[in-house]
């Protein structure tokens, strides 16, 4: 279980799904708000404890082992190099925006990828914001996911927006396009963890974080479903894992999706769509200092308006 004290200090312990794991990685899986770069440089400036004494990034951490972090008010530190790409705002004001992410851009930098992530076009806009980790990025969509994403404008709202968005106050809602026909709106509750054999996929796994996914029919057709999707958890990869789980992939979706010699479409731009499906439309959640509602809607990325095109072609 994971305590805040006064909002300064943060303890949690070690559960069995991140026993095992260095002190670096566990502790970016469970505050994925926070770099594993800048959890590096607080482990080095003795500014995270495990069990109470000092530790290395490297060292493996066991069931029960007590973890505190000491964050820094300036808790960037990720060293974001700024770099003029193209940033689609679709709101903004003193304290926060909202952009529209486009497909084959990365949200953040890793360790694979060091530029041309949306944080480095952020950073380089808004020269603030390499004082928030993450550039201010509260949440992040795939790589090939479009849609919009929410961004603190400062220390305050990047705080509120996170505590929001870990106590599940802040709506998401994506459109989907899945294999096969689904008949019914329902909800999948079903835990999600890193693949036991391949560390790049996720799945569902009984040991896995809680992940809860709702979705609504929107439209049937001969081979396929349009969807509309609600995340009540926000879990890396949630809505590719569970649609391959029921069944039902996603089109063009390269890592859980169907071979495209089983899609059942004779439609070779059905089967060869270079992207998983998915759009992030709609956000509704509380302004951070003002307190009112925001609701904000993206229209479908021309892909995906000429896959629903395609798909009706071929009823």
Known sequence: MINKINNNIIEYIISEESKGLRVDQAISKAYEEYSRTLIQKWIKKEKILVNGKTTRAKNILSLHDKITIFPEENISADEIIPENIKIDINF?????????????????????????????????????????????????????????????????????????????QIKKNYIAYVHGQIMKNDTINKPISRHKTNRKKMAVNLEGKEAITSYEVLQNFNFFTKLKINLLTGRTHQIRVHMNFLGHPLIGDQTYGLNPNKCKSSSNYIKKFPRQALHAEKLEFSHPILKKRIILNSSLPKDLSELHIEIKKNE
């Open 92 to 168: 903004e004001d003193e304290d926060l925006l909202v952009i529209e992410k486009n497909i084959n851009i990365v949200s953040h930098p890793a360790d694979s990828v060091k530029k041309g992530t949306i944080a480095n076009g952020l950073v380089y806009k808004f020269p603030e914001l390499i004082n928030l980790p993450r550039a201010g990025l509260i949440h992040r969509l795939d790589k090939d996911t479009t849609g919009l994403l929410i961004v603190a404008k400062n220390l305050k709202s990047y705080k509120l927006l996170t505590q929001a968005m870990q106590n599940r």
